[in-house]
């Protein structure tokens, strides 16, 4: 199996409200990845957990939270949000995490998030 | 440090023509390469990779890439273009140890019938 699922596919939230985005998969790989991403531009990352913990933040405004209940799963948890935060977004795993990754990034195939 | 370029948005070509999409990079270290492709409304699809080895790795639905360590590319080639290879392909490097890759900003190809 390598599919990495997420959910919802589509999201429209108010800039009051709180959501969540989450993501599975079952491959047993042990770094995964939130992307961020505008139409016809390359993803931006925004976290890395490796072996369920962070191990990078890439500056994300705290609106944005993270979470990494467990090796197969990854939420991000949203709140307060501002319309500029509309676009894809992707989660990733990979099967190498820590300072040997070789290993491509698979991809689920994201959340549509538009903030009102 | 790095850095990917894609220097063409866009390219066109006919259908059963090859077609080349460009890629360059910029590391301090030996570069881990990627080729992705994103198809409307999808999240991103491997392709291909070069970690060490042969210069010319082949992948997915008949793709090939060349790495070529004195020019710092990577170009990803086909023989014989498909309408349905029509998508956004990107281009990804990693430095081992970094942690994250970085992306080119995307080409798009479009294969006329």
């Known amino acids: 199996d390598t599919e990495v699922t997420q959910t919802p596919k589509h999201l429209v939230m108010g800039m009051t409200n709180k959501k969540s985005l989450k993501c599975e998969q079952h491959m047993g790989h042990r770094a995964m990845y939130w992307y961020k991403q505008k139409a016809k531009k390359p993803p931006e990352l925004m976290f890395v957990?490796?072996?369920?913990?962070?191990?990078i933040n890439e500056s994300v405004p705290s609106r944005f939270s993270p979470e990494c209940p467990n090796s197969s799963l990854l939420n991000l948890h949203l709140h307060a949000l501002q319309p500029e935060d509309s676009a894809l977004y992707l989660c990733a795993s990979s099967q190498a995490a820590g300072t040997a990754e070789m290993g491509e990034q698979y991809f689920g195939p994201g959340t549509r998030l538009t903030v009102t | 440090a790095q850095s990917v370029a894609q220097p063409e948005d866009q390219v066109n070509v006919a259908e059963g023509n090859p077609l080349t999409v460009k890629c360059t990079y910029s590391v301090s270290g030996n570069p881990y390469l990627f080729w992705y492709v994103q198809y409307p409304n999808r999240g991103l699809q491997f392709l291909l990779k070069y970690i060490t080895g042969d210069n010319l790795v082949k992948g997915s639905y008949g793709f090939e890439a060349e790495f070529n360590k004195s020019q710092t590319s990577f170009h990803l080639k086909k023989p014989s273009a498909l309408v349905s290879d029509s998508a956004l392909y990107f281009c990804a490097v990693r430095v081992p140890g970094a942690g994250k890759s970085t992306f080119g900003d995307g080409t798009t190809l479009t294969v006329k019938p």
């Open positions: 957990y490796s072996y369920e913990k962070l191990s």
